[in-house]
């Protein structure tokens, strides 16, 4: 999933992680849910900090959530 890099967006990311999770079919606890939600927020926010200078409208932000053996 594409964003804008702004911070502004990091709750989107949320949001999609959470509609995301349960297409894999796994019994995840709301505890589990909730690292997920945290590990994408803080790797996306950290990224328009440190890559975008705080946030650029005009640079993507890519997000992508896969199952891993």
Known sequence: MRFPAELAQI???RRWVTKQLPMFGLCLTDQRVEDARLVMSEIAANAVVHGCD???SDV???AALRLSP
């Open 11 to 13: 709750g989107a990311v």
């Open 54 to 56: 705080g946030g650029r």
């Open 60 to 62: 993507e932000l890519t």
